[in-house]
């Protein structure tokens, strides 16, 4: 028998899983795989033509008792609009995910026509949207902001390697903070490599982004390892918790708030992600 499946809170979850809106057989296996979070995509995953029919699969499949945040069009195409008003208000939906966010007011609009503090993760794609990522994580609506390292590779012709993103990455870690927003999702990992991945995730966290975008099943176990505390992490953590109330909880020199901090978020990531000391 397989493991009971956490329900991690979107704020703080690890991996969201992209899943083709033409392809409603994947969507209940994908709410059962490991992803903290499940995206179904009428956006890039579809072709033009069979829009209108992978947005009432998903909106019939959302009624019917099953859960999952949807990508939807960007604000500037046709479909945005046709998106919004068949989604809303379904009972399974848990957010929507915004296609190409190139500024506040395509957030502010879709949250004003969802009506009911649906949370939008802005997917970030283009140099405008990175240059505008401070205004676009302060908007009404605003939950987290994700990377669209893709489209932002096309868009400005920068490679896909770790320094040629850091800057991406390092504005939508900083607009998260100043529009006071949990840690940014990062892009997903292209190809089978799991060493490749591993490595890419590693990036992820050394940056300060606390998800990752991915496109395959078999991605989840690795990346739901490297973006969680380690087990030694959480041992470090008990440990100086435990000693820091056994000592009267008084801070007795400058590092003991920073190590404080990070001692209970440690904690507080380790009880949702079912991590336990050795």
Known sequence: M????????????????????????????????????????????VDPKLKPRARTDVAQWLSNGSEGWVR?????????ADDIAELRGKKGLRGIMLAKTESAEQVEKTAELLGDDTPIVALV?????????????????????????????????????????????????????????????????VGTSHPILREQ?????SMGMTGKLCLQTDQLPVINEVISPTQSDVAWAKEFLDDFVANGSVVRDGSDLPRLGRAEKIQKLAHAFGITAP
């Open 2 to 45: 397989s493991p009971r499946k956490i329900s991690v809170p979107a704020d703080i979850s690890r991996s969201w899983l992209l899943v083709p809106g033409t392809k409603p057989e994947l969507f209940s296996p994908a709410m059962d795989s490991a992803a903290d979070q499940i995206i179904l995509d009428i956006e890039d995953a």
């Open 72 to 80: 939807i069009n960007d604000a500037s195409t046709a479909f945005w």
């Open 201 to 205: 995730s590693a990036v992820t966290v």
């Open 125 to 189: 794609e283009s140099a405008i949207g990175i240059e505008e990522a401070v205004n676009i994580a302060r908007a009404k609506g605003a939950f987290r902001l994700a990377f669209g390292s893709g489209d932002y590779r096309r868009d400005t012709g920068m490679s896909s390697d770790a320094l040629a993103m850091a800057y991406p990455r390092a504005r939508l870690v900083n607009a998260s903070r100043i529009g006071g927003l949990p840690g940014p999702i990062d892009g997903p990992t």
